[in-house]
């Protein structure tokens, strides 16, 4: 289990971030690692987003970025003999103020895909995979073409082949969540396109997606019921 804390505090100075790891031992739940950032900048919110795969932890610090341009950065982490180490790092290739790259993170084996919901034109997201040269972009998603679409990567999920992605505010103001498969290439495309049942406006459908198998769940956290 990975547990973030994007407040705390390291060596009592200001708040840059940590991630807690908890490992199942019997019937309970025993601290396994705290990762933290690689950066003692402030404001970075390392672990506002976290993920984990068999062996690998992936960490958002969405708020990273040089010269307060706070474009935001991800954290991969790879388990190993002395514990828990720095395998990779990603951040935007074009860097953005407030993108807020790594808002939202999910990874599942050697794919992972990232949110960066404060992109230009209402948001984005990336994905990720491991080639001869390590972790390396390997597609990306980005808005539908529609007014009033905004923050687009704000939630995503992933599993296998399929990928969904969550827009809290679209379609006249309600959210929207997108799907996306990977073909037999390796190349990512837009599948579907899915609204909350009734559309109400700013009802938040889409600010957080899971997806296992055949099931996929989307949170609405201001639904009038």
């Known amino acids: 289990a990975d ?8 060596g009592g100075g200001a708040p840059t971030g940590a991630a807690y790891v908890f490992r199942r031992q019997g019937a309970v739940w025993v601290q396994d690692g705290r990762l933290l950032p690689q950066s003692t900048a402030t404001a970075e919110l390392f672990g506002a987003a976290v993920d984990v795969t068999p062996g690998r932890i992936i960490v958002g610090a969405p708020e990273a970025g040089p010269f307060g341009m706070k474009t935001g950065a991800v ?6 003999a002395e514990g828990w180490a720095l395998e990779s790092w990603f951040s935007p290739a074009t860097p953005f103020a407030h993108a807020a790259f790594g808002a939202a993170v999910a990874i599942d084996g050697d794919t992972a895909i990232i949110g960066s919901p404060g992109l230009p034109g209402g948001g984005g997201a990336i994905f990720y995979g491991v080639g001869p040269e390590g ?3 390997t597609g990306s998603a980005a ?3 529609v ?3 905004r923050q687009f990567g704000i939630a995503v999920a992933l599993d296998g082949n399929m990928a969904l992605v969550g827009a809290r505010y679209a379609s006249f103001a309600s959210g929207k969540v997108n799907a996306y498969r990977r073909d037999p290439t390796g190349v990512w495309s837009a599948w579907q396109a899915h609204v909350g049942p009734v559309e109400v406006a700013r009802d938040g459908f ?3 997606v899971r997806l296992s198998g055949a099931i996929a769940v989307v949170g609405a956290p201001a639904d009038h019921g």
């Open 143 to 145: 808005p539908p073409l």
């Open 3 to 10: 547990v973030g804390a994007r407040c705390t505090r390291v």
């Open 135 to 137: 972790w390396a972009p």
């Open 147 to 149: 007014s009033g679409v």
């Open 206 to 208: 889409g600010r957080s």
């Open 75 to 80: 954290f991969l982490y790879a388990a190993g």
